[in-house]
Antibody, heavy 115, light 107 residues
Framework: QVQLVQSGSVLKRPGASVRLSCKASGYDFTTYAMNWVRQAPGQGLEWMGWINTNSGNPMYAQGFAGRFAFSVDNSVSTAYLQITSLKDEDTAIYYC????????WGQGTLVTVSS | DIQMTQSPSSLSASVGDRVTITCQASQGLNSDLNWYQQRPGEAPRLLIYAASNLETGVPSRFTGSESGTHFTFTISSLQPEDVATYYCLQYRDYPRTFGQGTRLDLK
């Protein structure tokens, strides 16, 4: 069955960087795009963008170009989200979610940014 | 960008009640709309895809329909395990956009 398993919660200082992972199993990783979705505490879902897992080409939603970077390693069926120069407002749960139609979701990674 | 206006933002209902949530799209979606359930502390789960199709394993009390740019999500008989926040998502165009969410609890 399709599974997306994300890396564990992290606590970071402002200004630091973090890389989150999303390991896929149960399907051909390069056949489906991977999306990233952010959910700030007590808030709704916000689409950050997606990456073509075959070509590695990313597309970022407005507001997520610059400090956010999507990448993939097809050899281990894993997608990554890197966030640099972390700010307090980056505190959120980050989800990976499969395909252009967004069908399966990872369990989420909580990133807490605090001094 | 396609705007998704979801309503209500919250509602309370009793077990057995019929519950309806709507999403209004700012332009045509060609049925490219999903409905998700997010229980507290969990990731979203796909319930309805392509506006009216029930995802495998999802109880039949959940249904979706569309009329032009107006989309409706219905729970025919509310169960305690349905307490959650529900979201619509359009995947007709980029950027993908979610509705604001509807928080459903028991009266």
């Amino acid at each position: 069955q399709v599974q997306l398993v994300q890396s564990g919660s992290v606590l970071k200082r402002p200004g630091a960087s973090v890389r989150l992972s999303c390991k896929a199993s149960g399907y051909d990783f390069t056949t489906y795009a991977m999306n990233w979705v952010r959910q700030a505490p007590g808030q709704g879902l916000e689409w950050m963008g997606w990456i073509n897992t075959n070509s590695g080409n990313p597309m970022y939603a407005q507001g997520f170009a610059g400090r956010f970077a999507f990448s993939v390693d097809n050899s281990v069926s894993t997608a990554y989200l890197q966030i640099t120069s972390l700010k307090d407002e980056d505190t959120a749960i980050y989800y990976c979610a499969r395909d252009r139609v967004i069908d399966f979701w990872g369990q989420g990674t909580l990133v807490t940014v605090s001094s | 960008d396609i705007q998704m206006t979801q309503s209500p933002s919250s509602l309370s209902a009793s077990v057995g009640d019929r519950v309806t949530i709507t999403c209004q799209a700012s332009q045509g979606l060609n049925s490219d709309l999903n409905w998700y359930q997010q229980r507290p502390g969990e990731a979203p789960r796909l319930l309805i895809y392509a506006a009216s199709n029930l995802e495998t394993g999802v109880p039949s009390r959940f249904t979706g329909s569309e009329s032009g740019t107006h989309f409706t999500f219905t729970i025919s008989s509310l169960q305690p395990e349905d307490v959650a926040t529900y979201y619509c998502l359009q995947y007709r165009d980029y950027p993908r956009t979610f509705g604001q969410g509807t928080r459903l609890d028991l009266k």
